[in-house]
């Protein structure tokens, strides 16, 4: 049978607030243990949350940049559970009336764009952290991360393939970068995804059951948990049986995933209203004014990348991932006078090569934009080719110095002159007269052996459109 | 509507009480009257009336975003049962 995969994803997006979500404590990763966990955070008898007018405004950020409806008003309500990460014994989170409602993402999908269905983005606060080492038999508990402001950010089940489901999840953590409402940290926790995965015969109108897919901390395993599950589904009812609704655990190790130890009732939350906190109340103006401060959204800047660079949607995507890239091409292109297509080949690859290959980010790469386009120069003015750039950029990334440094240490400046290439060309002739001879009698496609001694002969540095005309010119004489 | 025992026993496990047999009893007949009022209520027609989420009409207030770390852990893992490592240790909890 022909199966469809269908997937919505939940993701847990940690707002970069200064403070906590209903407490003053600070909200910093990788403090001591503790240290950032106040009495409103350890839950103490009488203590009274209130909420930080910023998270408020990122969700609204967030709101206005999917296009979705931003509520007016909206409601906190207690989510109960007992675990020892969360002190109080419920979590503050939104469940009736969401802050954020009804949006749409585009993604690129298979050669085409989908616009994927937002349902909702709710705040929330964050649990704490619990820790198995061996402390005599005892679990630790750090709870500086405990009401850490959350969006949870929910779509529907719109996704049809894994492949779309990562394509969604990037495009979203590049949204939530560009805003900076989230610094987008998957291995810090601070952006995080579960998936809801079912399957139906290609066709059918109504969902199957779904399993919710948890534990998936980075784009790789969002895609091969997924791959994972809905293979299983599709073997357990070709086989016979039946999906059963849960949570499962993906475990990257094993790649499978795996039913978690049902905790009984695990689906009982007993939601209803906090009375500490009345309605989250949001003027008009409060809310035009989040919107107002959007930046230029990913989109617009890949459409006005596409216009006004001549780029393909696909350059102009690549680029456009961070904005941190996207400024980079700018500055490189504004420096280098230079054609932007041929940026745009330096930073997506070479560049984006080295600096993946040394685990580093754009802001912190080796080779600044000014210093790319200072090389883009050199290849413009014909100052070096295209292949001896390479040399020059790897030298440039290990030593720090810039293209005309390297070029004159090593002595790289291409040979336009025509004297130097006739001679070598000349030389060249003159250690080869069989293929000379060979080269006369017809057999011409031994021009590319000539074309490589000459420019073995001048250690690359030769303008290749030079030796060519020259060595038709030579050859034809 | 009337509770069951075995409900009476599933909503002590949620809010982790412990209660005697004869609690049980007590708690049935107690929390089935509760309920008994709310199907009264349930009789009243609200399809015309917006959800009442509190009883006062005012609205959140906001604070600005300005942390405040002067935290005393010392202090709070002093009442706490058992500290290790600026850690709180609580019995073993197994996923």
């Given at each position: 049978?022909?199966?469809?995969?269908?997937?919505?994803?939940?993701?847990?997006?940690?707002?970069?607030?200064?403070?906590?979500?209903?407490?003053?404590?600070?909200?910093?990763?990788?403090?001591?243990?503790?240290?950032?966990?106040?009495?409103?955070?350890?839950?103490?008898?009488?203590?009274?949350?209130?909420?930080?007018?910023?998270?408020?405004?990122?969700?609204?950020?967030?709101?206005?940049?999917?296009?979705?409806?931003?509520?007016?008003?909206?409601?906190?309500?207690?989510?109960?559970?007992?675990?020892?990460?969360?002190?109080?014994?419920?979590?503050?989170?939104?469940?009736?009336?969401?802050?954020?409602?009804?949006?749409?993402?585009?993604?690129?999908?298979?050669?085409?764009?989908?616009?994927?269905?937002?349902?909702?983005?709710?705040?929330?606060?964050?649990?704490?952290?619990?820790?198995?080492?061996?402390?005599?038999?005892?679990?630790?508990?750090?709870?500086?991360?405990?009401?850490?402001?959350?969006?949870?950010?929910?779509?529907?089940?719109?996704?049809?393939?894994?492949k779309e489901a990562v394509a969604y999840l990037k495009k979203l953590h590049t949204l939530v970068r560009y805003l900076r409402i989230c610094d987008g940290n998957m291995?810090?926790?601070?952006?995080?995804?579960?998936?809801?995965?079912?399957?139906?015969?290609?066709?059918?109108?109504?969902l199957g059951t779904r399993t919710e897919v948890k534990n998936i901390n980075s784009f790789r395993f969002v895609e091969r948990a997924i791959e994972y599950e809905v293979?299983?589904?599709?073997?357990?009812?070709?086989?016979?049986?039946?999906?059963?609704?849960?949570?499962?655990?993906?475990?990257?190790?094993?790649?499978?995933?795996?039913?978690?130890?049902?905790?009984?009732?695990?689906?009982?939350?007993?939601?209803?209203?906090?009375?500490?906190?009345?309605?989250?109340?949001?003027?008009?103006?409060?809310?035009?004014?989040?919107?107002?401060?959007?930046?230029?959204?990913?989109?617009?800047?890949?459409?006005?990348?596409?216009?006004?660079?001549?780029?393909?949607?696909?350059?102009?995507?690549?680029?456009?991932?961070?904005?941190?890239?996207?400024?980079?091409?700018?500055?490189?292109?504004?420096?280098?006078?230079?054609?932007?297509?041929?940026?745009?080949?330096?930073?997506?690859?070479?560049?984006?090569?080295?600096?993946?290959?040394d685990g580093l980010e754009i802001e912190s790469s080796r080779i600044s934009a000014e210093a790319l386009a200072g090389l883009l120069r050199r290849i413009g003015d014909?100052?070096?080719?295209?292949?001896?750039?390479?040399?020059?950029?790897?030298?440039?990334?290990?030593?720090?110095?810039?293209?005309?440094?390297?070029?004159?240490?090593?002595?790289?400046?291409?040979?336009?002159?025509?004297?130097?290439?006739?001679?070598?060309?000349?030389?060249?002739?003159?250690?080869?007269?069989?293929?000379?001879?060979?080269?006369?009698?017809?057999?011409?496609?031994?021009?590319?052996?000539?074309?490589?001694?000459?420019?073995?002969?001048?250690?690359?540095?030769?303008?290749?459109?030079?030796?060519?005309?020259?060595?038709?010119?030579?050859?034809?004489? | 509507?009337?509770?069951?025992?075995?409900?009476?026993?599933?909503?002590?496990?949620?809010?982790?009480?412990?209660?005697?047999?004869?609690?049980?009893?007590?708690?049935?007949?107690?929390?089935?009257?509760?309920?008994?009022?709310?199907?009264?209520?349930?009789?009243?027609?609200?399809?015309?009336?917006?959800?009442?989420?509190?009883?006062?009409?005012?609205?959140?207030?906001?604070?600005?975003?300005?942390?405040?770390?002067?935290?005393?852990?010392?202090?709070?893992?002093?009442?706490?049962?058992?500290?290790?490592?600026?850690?709180?240790?609580?019995?073993?909890?197994?996923?």
């Amino acid at each position: 049978m022909d199966w469809e995969t269908v997937v919505g994803l939940e993701v847990h997006v940690q707002l970069l607030t200064a403070s906590k979500a209903f407490s003053d404590a600070p909200a910093r990763y990788g403090a001591a243990p503790n240290t950032q966990a106040n009495v409103v955070d350890l839950a103490m008898p009488g203590v009274l949350p209130v909420m930080n007018r910023e998270a408020v405004r990122m969700a609204a950020m967030f709101g206005a940049a999917i296009g979705a409806r931003v509520n007016p008003r909206s409601v906190f309500a207690r989510k109960n559970y007992f675990y020892p990460d969360l002190p109080k014994g419920y979590q503050i989170s939104q469940y009736e009336l969401p802050v954020v409602e009804h949006g749409t993402l585009t993604i690129d999908g298979d050669g085409a764009e989908r616009s994927i269905r937002i349902l909702r983005a709710h705040l929330e606060e964050d649990a704490g952290k619990s820790l198995h080492e061996d402390f005599h038999g005892m679990t630790g508990i750090d709870l500086n991360r405990a009401g850490i402001p959350l969006l949870e950010i929910v779509s529907q089940p719109d996704l049809r393939s894994p492949k779309e489901a990562v394509a969604y999840l990037k495009k979203l953590h590049t949204l939530v970068r560009y805003l900076r409402i989230c610094d987008g940290n998957m291995q810090e926790g601070s952006f995080r995804c579960d998936a809801n995965v079912s399957v139906r015969p290609r066709g059918q109108d109504t969902l199957g059951t779904r399993t919710e897919v948890k534990n998936i901390n980075s784009f790789r395993f969002v895609e091969r948990a997924i791959e994972y599950e809905v293979a299983r589904q599709i073997d357990l009812i070709e086989g016979g049986g039946k999906v059963v609704q849960e949570t499962r655990l993906y475990d990257s190790v094993k790649d499978e995933t795996r039913p978690m130890r049902s905790k009984e009732e695990a689906n009982d939350y007993r939601y209803f209203p906090d009375p500490d906190l009345p309605p989250l109340v949001l003027t008009q103006e409060f809310i035009d004014e989040a919107a107002r401060a959007l930046p230029e959204l990913p989109d617009q800047k890949r459409q006005r990348f596409m216009r006004d660079y001549g780029l393909t949607a696909y350059d102009a995507g690549v680029l456009t991932a961070s904005e941190e890239t996207a400024a980079y091409f700018e500055r490189v292109c504004e420096y280098a006078g230079a054609e932007p297509k041929l940026a745009a080949n330096w930073v997506t690859g070479a560049l984006g090569a080295y600096l993946n290959r040394d685990g580093l980010e754009i802001e912190s790469s080796r080779i600044s934009a000014e210093a790319l386009a200072g090389l883009l120069r050199r290849i413009g003015d014909q100052t070096i080719s295209g292949k001896i750039a390479k040399e020059v950029f790897e030298a440039m990334w290990a030593s720090g110095k810039d293209a005309d440094s390297v070029i004159d240490l090593r002595g790289l400046r291409q040979i336009t002159d025509s004297g130097p290439i006739v001679a070598a060309i000349d030389a060249v002739f003159a250690a080869h007269p069989k293929q000379l001879e060979q080269y006369r009698t017809g057999q011409e496609k031994l021009f590319g052996f000539f074309v490589g001694q000459v420019m073995k002969a001048t250690q690359g540095k030769a303008n290749p459109a030079e030796v060519n005309r020259l060595l038709k010119e030579r050859l034809s004489s | 509507m009337s509770l069951s025992r075995k409900d009476v026993e599933k909503m002590a496990h949620l809010a982790r009480l412990q209660i005697t047999e004869q609690e049980i009893e007590y708690y049935r007949e107690g929390l089935s009257r509760i309920l008994g009022v709310i199907d009264q209520m349930n009789e009243v027609d609200t399809r015309t009336t917006a959800p009442l989420f509190h009883p006062n009409e005012e609205a959140l207030r906001l604070r600005e975003d300005r942390p405040d770390g002067a935290i005393d852990r010392d202090r709070m893992q002093q009442i706490a049962p058992q500290a290790q490592d600026g850690l709180y240790l609580v019995p073993k909890v197994i996923e």
